[in-house]
């Protein structure tokens, strides 16, 4: 998930004169600016990017597996290992029952807690990987990645995670908006009684049925 600072182009540097840059600009061809644009919209995004680095380095677990795993043979066991692996790169800390700290959202000092893979990003790389796997060739029904022991094993993780650091990885519901009623249509109308005085009415139509009620 790195981003790589793009450096500044050579002709945005006016140090040499105050139009130099300006003309250099404006001496690009059509076509050569039609290239840039073709070229901005192949370039993959960020999610791709990050998708392909993700399956190169399940690839690369696979292979240093012993014995070494085949993509064929890889089930949700083999992706649980690869999981717990990755732990040790974690930078989440995650404390223990026995830990002072344990449940508090902000320690006030540090503790000997491990780290560990937050869970956020492991969901993350799983929904990644499950993408890929289909990607690359790998059939729906056997997707080690959407198998259910991996789903509670994220489950658990989450629990676990939000019991140790007390924080909730529970969606906020947002509230509906209440429905505004259709206002009734007015009708106005007036007579004349026998002594020569007119009348006033208004009648209040009820709102239209809605579309495709029966008539």
Known sequence: MDLVPHPDSPHSDNSGGGGGGGSAAGALSPAASSAGAASALASPSRYES???????????YLRNHRPPLSL??????????FLRYLDQFGKTKVHTPACPFFGHPAPPAPCPCPLRQAWGSLDALVGRLRAAYEENGGRPENNPFGARAV?????????????????????????????????????????????????????????????????
């Open 72 to 81: 064929a043979r890889c089930s949700g066991a083999h992706v649980l290992e």
């Open 50 to 60: 990050q998708k392909r680095r993700d399956w190169n380095t399940f690839g690369q």
């Open 151 to 215: 789903r509670l094993y994220l489950r658990e993780v989450r629990d676990h995670q939000s019991r140790a650091r007390g924080v909730s990885y529970e969606k906020k519901k947002r509230k509906k908006a209440p429905a505004h009623p259709v206002p009734a249509a007015v009708i106005s109308s007036s007579s004349h009684d026998g002594n020569g005085h007119s009348h006033h009415y208004e009648h209040q139509m009820p709102p239209p049925p809605p579309p495709g009620a029966a008539a």
